[in-house]
């Protein structure tokens, strides 16, 4: 798992990476709100550890940053504040857990393996919309459990929005990964992905102007 993690105390920035290096996760740390923004508009994270209380830019208002640009991952919060609007706040903005210091170093990677158990759930079939999903080992998408033809491309355009939801997907990627072709132009993207949007009876893929397209995360009963 590929991990961003925002600590501006350098011992304790170094003591999480060594460890969680050690459990076999890829650690990229760094001590500054600012520096840490940047690297999520750069870099695909799985999951982010951040501090609250940093310079620069307090963890919180990073997490309310992404989600204004639509850029959300899961967010672990480790921190010293008590207070519990502080906390209430953290889970408003849809952390998904939240450690108070000090802690040991093996309940915080106890915590990021129960966040991976859940999402090794949701890793073959991936719910779109209400009634659309993706399974990713048989490459179909399925309109109430029943196969809709697409065409190749087509499908490698839903499974890669299916694979990374919550994330706009820019044309670069699509370029990289539908096209394998960087030459490709932006009109011959948007063209295709109008035809398959007619395809659709749900219309789940957001067009997220100038910059690409996204699928959000959503749960549907």
């Not at 921190?79 to 998904?96: K, N, P, V």
């Not at 694979?163 to 490709?184: A, L, P, Q, T």
């Amino acid at each position: 798992m590929k991990i961003l993690l925002l600590e501006d105390d350098i011992m304790l920035n170094q003591a999480i990476s060594e460890y969680l290096e050690k459990a076999g996760h890829s650690i990229v740390s760094v001590r500054d709100g600012k520096e840490c923004l940047a690297l999520t508009q750069k870099e695909k994270f799985d999951l982010s550890i951040l501090d609250i209380n940093v310079p620069g830019i307090d963890g919180l208002s990073i997490l309310e940053e992404l989600h204004v640009t639509k850029r959300v991952m899961p967010v672990i919060y480790i921190s010293t504040l008590i207070d519990i609007e502080d906390i209430s706040r953290a889970y408003e903005l849809g952390c998904s857990d939240y450690i108070k210091k000090p802690f040991h170093l093996k309940e915080l990677n106890l915590r990021i393996d129960k966040m991976l158990e859940s999402s090794k759930k949701d890793i073959r079939h991936k719910r779109l919309s209400k009634n659309y999903s993706f399974d990713c080992d048989s490459m179909t998408l399925l309109y109430n459990n029943v196969p809709q033809i697409l065409s190749k491309k087509q499908l490698k355009m839903v499974e890669f929005l299916a694979r990374n939801r919550s994330f706009v997907c820019s044309y670069e990627m699509f370029r990289e990964y539908v096209w394998d072709d960087k030459d490709i132009e932006e009109g011959t993207i948007r063209a295709e992905m109008n035809r398959l949007k007619k395809k659709l009876k749900e219309d789940f893929i957001i067009n997220v102007r100038g910059i690409g397209y996204m699928v959000e995360l959503i749960t549907y009963p």
